[in-house]
């Protein structure tokens, strides 16, 4: 397709919602598997260190 201007590129043929929306959603969905995917590691990380040091005073 060719368009004549940023309105019509926006636009996309009458479909622009639809294409702009599955964008937006799909943004939004890898932002919050990103957010999500940082807290399960800091938590992870958390965790580990709270073993180890529980070890360490085991072995005291």
Do not use: D, P
Not at 31 to 55: F, G, N, P, T, V
């Amino acid at each position: 397709m060719n368009w004549t201007s940023s309105a019509e590129f926006f636009a996309m043929g009458g479909y622009g919602q639809y294409v702009w929306g599955s964008v937006g959603v799909t943004i939004a969905v890898l932002c919050a598997e990103w957010l999500l995917l940082r807290q399960r590691r800091l938590a992870a990380l958390s965790h580990i260190k709270r073993e180890l040091m529980l070890k360490n005073e085991e072995s005291l």
